[in-house]
């Protein structure tokens, strides 16, 4: 059964080519004008991912996104934000969204970020093998892509999963943000501060002081670096 991805897009002529290629590349494709009617969509029939543009009429991207997020479900966003929006881009990062372009964009890149998304998503095999990483209350088990701290089970999106589980594969390593952009996201290049943004996010959620983290820590001058607390 092919995926159904969602496009909300008010710019007929954008969304027209977005859903074309997305058609073309074996996806099933819904697409509306607006975010209520996003939303209305998303509760009628969940989609595996929502292609969300931030200028919207009646509700904006960032409050859709807001929405989305406090959804059980966890379905996966993939930004579209207009060049220069660097503030939108950053506050749509913070609020879950998953993955981002910046128009005008590539067609065709958009599809693989769609692709990229939903591969991980569905916890494909091919990436990495399934493990559990456990350290200091905090367990990760990539198989299943469930995150709990001291039993309790984390509210995490795509990236932020794949970014605490790679920074746990290699304790006490430290990663430049561009290194951390291209093994998790796999960018070679791209906007720095989405690594920034991830890890401000994933600190809220794994650290008993986010404004004094022990777990990530910040390495001056070079990145990050996951410091395990059974050490």
Do not use: N
Request: glycine share 8%; proline share 6%.
């Amino acid at each position: 059964m092919a995926q159904r991805v969602l496009v909300v897009d008010d710019d007929r002529t954008v969304a027209d080519v977005v859903c074309r290629y997305l058609e073309h590349a074996g996806y099933e494709v819904c697409h509306v004008g607006d975010g209520a009617a996003a939303l209305a969509a998303v509760a009628r029939q969940p989609p595996q991912l929502v292609v969300l543009d931030l200028m919207l009429p009646v509700l904006d991207g960032l409050e859709v996104c807001r929405r989305l997020r406090e959804r059980p479900d966890g379905v996966p966003i993939v930004m579209l934000t207009a060049r220069g929006d660097e503030a939108d881009r950053i506050l749509g990062l913070q609020l879950g969204a998953d993955d981002y372009l910046s128009k005008p964009f590539s067609p065709r890149e958009l599809v693989l970020r769609v692709r990229s998304v939903l591969r991980r998503a569905g916890g494909d095999p091919a990436d990495v093998p399934p493990e559990l990483l456990a350290d200091g209350g905090l367990e990760v088990a990539t198989g299943p892509r469930v995150a709990r701290l001291h039993g309790r089970e984390l509210t995490l999106t795509l990236r932020e999963f794949d970014l605490l589980a790679h920074l746990m594969r290699h304790p006490a390593r430290a990663f430049r943000r561009a290194e951390l952009l291209e093994r998790v996201w796999g960018w070679r290049f791209g906007d720095q501060s989405t690594v920034t943004v991830h890890v401000r996010r994933l600190r809220e959620k794994i650290e008993a002081d986010p404004a004094a983290p022990r777990r990530i820590v910040t390495v001056w001058g070079v990145g990050y670096r996951y410091e395990p607390a059974d050490a």
